[in-house]
């Protein structure tokens, strides 16, 4: 089973950058696993914010991320990153990563299966 870190939130203004880290340990080998950010509202649901493959050769971001946000692996360091540039307030969220153990190759909540705890992140106008 993962254990699942993020790390990295904060509070920034628009415009700002800010990256996002997450660590993961346990028995099960990193390399094998997609894997994922999403973030989640108050009263809305969990959405998929950018996705990766278990080889890294394929990513997915949702359009509204979508040449912002940058998601990447290093599999020798069990480590997923989520750079995010051009912040806005609607980027306001606490934003989880996820491992989707099956590599679905999907992007959506229910296909990931071991979760962090969150990390904030706030953008100021």
């Known amino acids: 089973q993962f254990v699942v870190v993020e790390s990295g939130g904060g509070l920034v203004q628009a415009g700002e950058s800010l990256t996002l880290s997450c660590s993961v340990s346990?028995?099960?080998?990193?390399?094998?696993?997609?894997m994922g950010w999403f973030r989640q509202t108050p009263g809305k649901e969990r959405e998929g914010v950018a996705c990766?493959?278990?080889?890294?050769?394929?990513?997915y971001y949702s359009d509204s991320v979508k040449g912002r946000f940058t998601i990447t692996k290093d599999n020798a360091k069990k480590t997923l990153f989520l750079q995010m540039n051009d912040l806005k307030p609607e980027d306001t969220a606490t934003y989880y990563c996820a491992a989707d153990r099956f590599n679905s190759g999907s992007c959506h909540r229910l296909d990931f299966d071991f979760w962090g705890q969150g990390t904030d992140v706030t953008v100021s106008s």
């Open positions: 990766i493959t278990w080889s890294a050769t394929t990513t």
């Open positions: 346990g028995p099960l080998s990193f390399d094998d696993y997609a």
